[in-house]
């Protein structure tokens, strides 16, 4: 596919405009910009108890090391000695109070990245330990949260399990995940003139990390600049937390009066940075002899660490999600938001949704493995119909599951499918073979109102090229060749034609982070109002000059036509430039129809849900636990799609992710609070080989989105991950052949190998 495309790119494959930076290792990331020759580097000491009092900090050792040039602590911070967002609970070091393994202490700064790795080795912290909590169960019994705990509720559940002809209770648990970006934690900081800063950040959230230095720095905000062209991944973990890295570079920049570069290794990453929140539910599901759900109830808690960081907008989404696709007329949930001596969780893709979910979906299957049904039955008969109401109050109104699903079952042959694999369980002991069908309906829209909204500018220069910036980030997910394309559909011009700048806090501010799958709504639509700025001033001003009415005048394939004639869409730029019209202009969006109320939890937290199913099929090894994903196929919803070639790699992606998630990716920590799954060697993430032979990855053909977004499309950046969960429940029907229909299955998530041979194992329950 050519870099140069033709107009009216709108639905055309368009490759990822940095593609050819990536595979040619071009694409320059925070860790790749040239420093001056004095450039510092900065290190951190850490903590190597979980939780305790620090009685002495000894860092005499420490600063006396060859080539250190000073340390930092707690009282090199002039401002806020804080780098949480929401809540101000996450000391960038603590004054006396240690809460996780791996608690950063204090920093050095040296003339190396080694010399201060070394050097942080020596100091000596004298503690009084104290006993952690880790664990999710204690911290309830103990009622130690990082907030309070929330309830929802619609209809009378227990009238509701009265009316139910069967009832079921579980158990079930469900592990966290490691972001494991490509790219780790880092930031550069760059003193500049009169006491301002420039800071490169690799961050989702620059506006956030700019609030938070100038609060630890006791600066206005404008005296701060970051900076981010892109980032080598993200998943969530660079929305709050990057702040931290960006706040401590700041305080040795500011220290030293020199540039400073701080990056973190893997292992350190992977050990002081956030996860997914893993989950613990208990719950007990109403239903009728057809499989109908009358009621459901519910107790959700999660691992949250010792702070808040986004533990509450997180478990607010998942209380959202228990629903998934089904229409529950009776629902009673309480969400826990469990304060361990753990390091503190954070955004993950699908942010809460998937742990959601992930309980709703097993119930279902419990409900078909005791009616000895199809599941895929059950969750047809639950489906929402069109305008009923989630739990929350909000109209579902845009609802397709029924019709993908249907579509996705007779494509996979699904049904034809499930019969051959249970005849094939009947020949074979020792292998068996699962499938399993699983939709997705998904919200869309930050749970914070205010947080939806989205800035652009663009310029237009007398050659006729456009420079585009906007308040989102590149993480590799496409957004840049998306506004590229919006952008240069607008204008009728080669999208060629159309660059984009780095994110920059100097030039969009009070920007919201790229996440919530909006990056593309809320952006795009303020890059589209800044070009109809634009076209607008270029038509009144043209129609003026050739004595037209503004209707006669049109921009097409890289001109502009003036009524009966034609030129050049770098003429008319130049014409304007000459009478003196503004070339650059603003663009704002704000989502419309959202709201909710926190205490009545009712509302209309999303401006739509976007839709997805998945059919997987595995192998599993029944003496070994072993699992092989053999085939997938995907139907998704993405509305009218802007570039199907950046969509389906999204989708392939998230599916991907979900799949290690569920499967593979196990986080472990030793009876000292140390996590030892923190490098590649002992954390598993998929690998291409774990992409199945045979795999089938569709989009839904649909008019489009039915709220005024971008094009009518959809966004697509989260609801993908939990199309997984079809693999983790086809383990399930591959453990159920073996087991038989007669106990009660317990399958732990990620399904691992000891996962599996335990849950073949609990038959005997």
């Known amino acids: ?101 791996g608690q950063p202490l204090f920093a050095v700064i040296a003339t190396s990245h080694l010399i201060a790795k070394q050097a942080a080795q020596l100091a000596r912290v004298k503690v009084e330990e104290e006993t952690p909590i880790f664990d999710i169960r204690e ?142 539910f208990d719950y007990e599901v109403g239903f009728d002899a057809n499989g109908m759900i009358l009621s459901f109830d519910v107790m959700m808690a999660s691992r949250c660490g010792f702070s808040a960081d986004l533990s509450g907008p997180v478990n607010d989404r998942a209380l959202f999600h228990l629903d998934n696709c089904y229409f529950i007329p009776n629902v009673r949930a309480i969400s826990y938001r469990c304060k361990t001596n753990t390091v503190s969780n954070t955004a993950f893709r699908g942010f809460g949704g998937p742990q959601g979910m992930y309980c709703i979906e097993y119930a279902i299957e419990d409900i078909a493995d005791y009616l000895k049904i199809d599941p895929l039955e059950i969750r047809q008969k639950n489906f929402y119909k069109k305008n009923m109401l989630t739990h929350f109050d909000m109209p579902v109104e845009d609802i397709i599951i029924e019709d993908l699903v249907d579509q996705l079952s007779q494509s996979s042959h699904y049904l034809k499918r499930r019969e051959q694999i249970n005849k094939f369980n009947q020949q074979n002991n020792h292998f068996k073979r699962g499938i399993s069908l699983t939709p997705v309906k998904f919200g869309i ?120 004639q034609a030129i050049s869409f770098e003429k008319a730029v130049k014409e304007c430039y000459v009478g003196r019209i503004s ?86 920590w030793n009876p000292k609070g140390k996590l030892m799954t923190n490098s590649p060697s002992t954390y598993k993430i998929p690998t291409a080989l774990d992409w199945p032979k045979h795999a089938k990855t569709n989009l839904y053909v649909s008019t489009g989105n039915i709220e005024n977004t971008i094009y009518k499309s959809k966004a697509v950046g989260e609801p993908p991950l939990m199309l997984a969960f079809s693999v983790f429940h086809a383990i399930k029907h591959a453990i159920r052949s073996k087991v038989g229909q007669e106990c009660t299955l317990h399958l732990s998530a990620p399904a691992t190998p000891e996962s599996i041979l335990n849950a073949l194992n609990s038959h005997n329950d």
């Not at 006396?64 to 967002?85: H, K, M, Q, R």
């Not at 490169?200 to 900076?227: C, D, G």
């Open 1 to 101: 596919m050519s870099d140069v495309i033709n107009v009216s790119t709108m639905g055309h494959q368009i490759h990822h405009e940095s593609a050819h930076l990536h595979v040619s290792g071009n694409a320059q990331y925070v860790d790749d910009i040239s420093l001056p020759i004095n450039a510092l580097h900065v290190a951190l000491g850490v903590s190597r108890i979980a939780r305790g009092k620090i009685l002495e900090l000894d860092l005499t050792q420490v600063k006396e090391f060859p080539g250190v040039i000073t340390v930092l602590t707690t009282a090199d911070i002039p401002g806020e000695n804080n780098f949480g967002g929401a809540v101000k609970d996450d000391p960038i070091f603590p004054e006396s109070q240690i809460d996780f393994y």
């Open 139 to 280: 911290a309830i019994e103990k009622n130690n949260f990082v907030l309070p705990p929330v309830a929802i509720e619609r209809g009378n559940v227990e009238q509701g399990f009265l009316s139910s002809t069967h009832r079921l209770k579980n158990s079930i648990q469900l592990g966290g995940q490691e972001h494991f970006y490509l790219e780790g934690q880092i930031a550069c900081a760059i003193p500049m003139e009169d006491g301002e800063l420039t800071i490169y950040s690799s961050t989702q959230h620059p506006s956030e990390v700019q609030h938070l230095v100038s609060h630890a720095l006791n600066k206005p905000a404008a005296m701060i600049r970051i900076e981010c062209k892109r980032m080598g991944g993200g998943f969530g973990g660079k929305e709050s937390q990057p702040a931290w890295f960006a706040i401590i570079a700041a305080l040795a920049a500011e220290k030293t009066k020199l540039p400073v570069k701080l990056r973190v290794d893997r292992e350190m990453d992977m050990t002081i940075t956030g996860k997914r929140h893993d989950f613990e």
């Open 445 to 564: 829209s930050f749970t914070a109102t205010h947080f939806n909204q989205a800035g652009a500018l663009i310029h237009i220069y007398t050659d006729g090229s456009i420079l585009v910036n906007h308040g989102g980030l590149e993480m590799g997910q496409g957004l840049n060749t998306k506004i590229r394309q919006i952008v240069a559909n607008e204008f009728n011009v080669d999208y060629s034609v159309v660059k984009m700048s780095a994110t920059d806090t100097s030039k969009i501010p009070n920007t919201s982070a790229t996440a919530a799958s909006s990056g593309t709504d809320l952006n795009g639509m303020a890059s589209q109002n800044a070009a109809q700025t634009l076209i607008s001033r270029m038509k009144e001003f043209l129609a003026s000059k050739y004595q037209l009415s503004v209707t006669d005048i049109k921009f097409k394939n890289n001109e502009v036509l003036l009524g009966s």
């Open 583 to 668: 070339l650059s202009a603003t663009g704002f969006y704000a989502t419309p129809k959202i709201h909710y109320d926190s205490k009545t939890r009712k509302g209309r937290p999303f401006f739509y849900f976007s839709y997805g199913a998945a059919v997987s099929e595995v192998i599993i090894d029944t003496l070994t636990g072993e699992m092989k994903l053999l085939q997938v196929d995907i139907l998704h919803d993405v509305g009218q799609s802007i570039n199907p070639a950046i969509d389906i790699g999204q989708i392939e992606g998230g599916f991907v992710q979900g799949l290690g998630w569920l499967t593979t990716e196990e986080l472990w």
